[in-house]
């Protein structure tokens, strides 16, 4: 037992009779989790606890999980808005009211997703992400910023602003990074785009995500991409060319390239859950990645909003675009995939803790870090009833 953190915050929480859900050592049945600070110093069974190293401290909270389950904080990779607000408007009280709400629905890490606009509006974002990251917060983390365009194709813009559509630019890229260097963490463009291969070139080698999204490819056009360095892909089936026996598409390239993780929107409307379930067993337990690209209606009443220049229409709390009908975005929750995922499509909580907490980690390279439940790792913790409700939210260590 050597995770301990002696530090500034020697707080200890100790949470025991809970049914934790490891990646290293499948579920404890009867286990206890134990952290001081922000990280955690134990995980095992309850009869193995060692109760003699977490006696002192400068307080200490012990919680009966009553035979919960007790998982790893959630990471949302591609989210645009939540609480009435939008990441695209790039100031605090924006920010603090989307981290906050998703936060309150078990999101411990995100990325700011932006939407096709012009570079002036995408470069303020990620300008006010690069300070926002280091404010001191237990909201969700900001993690950094996913680019959703503007290299897309005019074929599949699904919700984005055709206006603002533009093939690729890298010194666009090179100038925002130099600026604001560590917060771009993902972009997704359209691969087909004259220049789009370079430019997965160079992101691979500036630590970004290549992801392939709004994109009319062929199957070809993706495989020639992934020998580029491409490795994931935006909300899986939405937006992108279909899967047909003679020419498998995009979609046919993402379910079979495992060198491509792919994202999945579980809301029960933009994709069937025959179709999760298909995607869950070609891409294994590593390269699927739970999202909610959800947008500012998110908690939010039925009625009309606005997204990426476009008027939307929220009723049964389903996003659609007001001319075409289109959906737009939508309105989940980390916590409402998860159950869906377990209610609907059928698969167990291990899986799903991979899909929406360990995987999207491994995407930005953050596994050393947080993704799973293991000593030394900060201590983003959710604890679930029995039924999978959602009982409470640790951010690094703080129960907020």
Not at 191 to 210: M, Y
Not at 272 to 296: E, F, Q, S, W, Y
Request: glycine letters at 10%; one cysteine or more.
């Amino acid at each position: 037992m050597n995770g301990i953190d002696r530090n500034a915050d020697d707080s200890i929480t100790v949470i025991h009779n809970g049914k934790i859900v490891t990646e290293r050592d499948g579920i404890i049945e009867s286990g206890t989790i134990a952290w001081r600070g922000e990280h955690i110093a134990y995980v095992g069974e309850d009869t193995n606890f060692p109760e003699w190293q977490f006696r002192d401290g400068n307080s200490r909270v012990s919680i009966d999980a009553h035979a919960g389950w007790v998982v790893p904080g959630f990471i949302d990779v591609h989210v645009h808005g939540g609480d009435g607000r939008d990441f695209m408007e790039a100031n605090d009280e924006s920010y603090d009211a989307i981290t906050r709400f998703h936060r309150r629905h078990g999101t411990t890490g995100l990325l700011a997703t932006t939407v096709t606009a012009s570079p002036q509006a995408i470069e303020r974002v990620v300008r006010f992400a690069k300070y926002y990251q280091n404010k001191d917060t237990h909201n969700g983390q900001l993690l950094g910023v996913h680019l959703e365009g503007p290299f897309i194709s005019p074929a599949q813009p699904g919700a984005q602003d055709p206006r603002y559509i533009a093939l690729p630019r890298r010194e666009w890229l090179e100038g925002w990074t130099m600026e604001h260097p560590d917060t771009i963490r993902m972009l997704t463009l359209a691969p087909e785009l004259d220049g789009a291969k370079s430019l997965i070139g160079w992101l691979n080698e500036h630590g970004i995500v290549p992801s392939c999204g709004h994109t009319n490819a062929s199957y070809g056009q993706i495989i020639e991409a992934a020998e580029q360095g491409l490795r994931h892909a935006a909300h899986t089936f939405n937006a992108m060319k279909g899967i047909h026996h003679r020419e498998p598409g995009t979609v046919g390239a993402i379910l079979d390239d495992a060198r491509i993780s792919a994202e999945i929107i579980a809301d029960g409307h933009h994709v069937h859950p025959a179709c999760i379930r298909l995607l869950a067993k070609l891409k294994g337990p590593d390269r699927l990645i739970l999202v909610t690209d959800a947008i500012a209606a998110t908690g939010m009443a039925d009625g009309e909003y606005h997204l990426a220049g476009h008027d939307v229409v929220v009723k049964d709390a389903v996003s659609r675009l007001k001319h075409g009908g289109n959906l737009a975005g939508s309105t989940l929750t980390m916590i409402d995939a998860c159950r869906y995922m377990m209610e609907t499509v059928g698969l167990d909580i291990g899986q799903v803790s991979r899909y929406a907490s360990g995987n999207p980690a491994r995407l930005l390279g953050l596994e050393q870090r947080m993704g799973s439940l293991e000593e030394g790792k900060l201590a983003n913790v959710l604890l679930l009833s029995p039924q999978l409700k959602l009982q409470a939210v640790w951010v690094r260590g703080k129960k907020v």
